[in-house]
């Protein structure tokens, strides 16, 4: 194998499937990339059988290309060895079977590599009639969901985001059991057989990396993984196994009050109050409501104590006192994009939903903290 190419055109490809490499890996030529050159163009490819993602760089965007072959590059140097290496054109060229000389006009490395042959065969395949989504759509599902998902490995599913399409209806949905994140949209097409999926949240988080602007992004569902294929890329994940919990009924479909604000004013303040409690477990904050005015107050025996009173708009009789997360209520509110949002509450036991008053897709609750 022997080929050229522009430093950032290899450079901006391997950035991408690097992020399938993990450091648990347990078979050693998976703790390389994947170097395979055809007179088509080459391909990289990087796994953690649990997640693989590649990266096709056309014939024509390769300066030269003299021999054709495959051999797996340890991922350990080879991104620092490319940025570094001072030359805006770099030759790769395989001097036996296992070593590989990276080199320009100034400077050269001969790395030590891993039989290709021993790389597993990872299939990538595809459906004919795939679901599509806009790019920047798919990265606001995601980012309007993913940080909601648990930490906790007890209960895996909850590390995922649940996927769900009936219709035209394509539903995102992440919890950790003490808040949930929920966006909808409606799909382009309609699809003929419902989906309910969950997808891991550290792979998709990867995903959305990837996605730097609106071009489609086709995205192949099978019974037990799911492909993203965007531009040159192709982003393979496994998916949890397991019945997703029934979330629609954690969303009350009556509440004791609405109470409208501005979205920048409410979260300035919740981020104020919660400069006293940092390092609290729960960074638990107090919502007063009374006489249609809000007061948020935030207290720590070593610290202080903030009081802070908020304009709002709500009925006159309105009046509860609940106390919740800053960091959860601080998270909720960065997914809003709208200058005024809704809190929908009942009592200081039942849970806060947080909406933007124009757009009913997008859903953040929040369960409150008992003080006493």
């Known amino acids: 194998m022997k080929f050229t190419i522009d430093k950032t ?14 450091t648990k890996n347990v078979i ?48 350990k140097f080879i991104l620092d060895i490319i940025r570094k290496l001072p030359s805006d054109v770099i030759n790769f060229e395989v001097i036996d079977r296992l070593k590989i000389r990276i080199y320009t006009d100034f400077a050269q490395y001969h790395l030590n590599c891993l039989d290709a042959n021993d790389y597993p065969n990872l299939r990538m395949d595809e459906h004919k009639d795939p679901i599509l989504l806009k790019g920047e759509t798919l990265k606001s599902l995601i980012n309007q969901t993913v940080f909601a998902i648990s930490t906790q490995e007890l ?31 409606e799909l382009s097409h309609p699809i003929d057989t419902d989906v309910n999926i969950v997808i891991p949240g550290k792979n998709i988080l990867e995903l959305e990396k990837i996605i730097t602007d609106d071009e489609m992004v086709e995205m192949h ?3 037990n993984k799911v492909l993203f294929k965007y531009k ?16 629609s009924n954690l969303i009350p479909n009556e509440f004791g009050m609405e109470v409208k604000l501005n979205k920048d004013d409410f979260s300035s303040s919740v981020d104020r109050a919660a400069l006293l409690i940092q390092g609290k477990d729960k960074n638990i904050i107090r919502m007063n409501i009374a006489n249609q005015e ?24 309105a009046m509860i006192d609940i106390s919740f997360s800053a960091k959860y209520m601080l998270e909720a509110l960065k997914t809003i994009k709208d200058e005024k949002i809704v809190l929908l509450l009942t009592n200081d036991i039942k849970p806060i939903i947080v909406k ?12 409150p903290i008992k003080t006493f």
Request: hydrophobic fraction near 40%; aromatic fraction near 6%.
């Open 356 to 367: 933007s008053v124009e757009d009913e897709s997008l859903i953040q609750l929040i369960l």
């Open 221 to 223: 569902i099978f019974n």
């Open 28 to 75: 050693p030529v998976l703790n390389g990339i994947k170097f395979e050159l055809t007179n088509e163009g080459l391909s990289l490819t990087a796994s953690d059988s649990d997640l693989t993602i590649n990266s096709f760089i056309s014939q024509k965007e390769i300066k030269s290309i003299e021999n054709e072959g495959t051999i797996v590059i340890q991922s």
């Open 155 to 185: 209960r895996p599913l909850l590390t995922g985001v649940n996927i769900t399409i009936a219709g035209n209806l394509l539903v995102f949905i992440a919890t950790d059991s003490y808040r949930l994140a929920k966006k909808s949209i």
């Open 294 to 317: 809000m007061t948020i107050t935030s207290y720590a025996s070593e610290s202080g104590k903030l009081e802070e009173k908020l304009k709002i708009d709500t009925d006159e009789g």
């Open 9 to 22: 055109i290899i450079l901006e490809n391997l950035n991408h499937v690097i992020k399938g490499i993990s």
């Open 232 to 247: 040159n890329i192709k982003f393979q994940t496994n998916l949890l196994s397991g019945q997703y919990p029934n979330t």
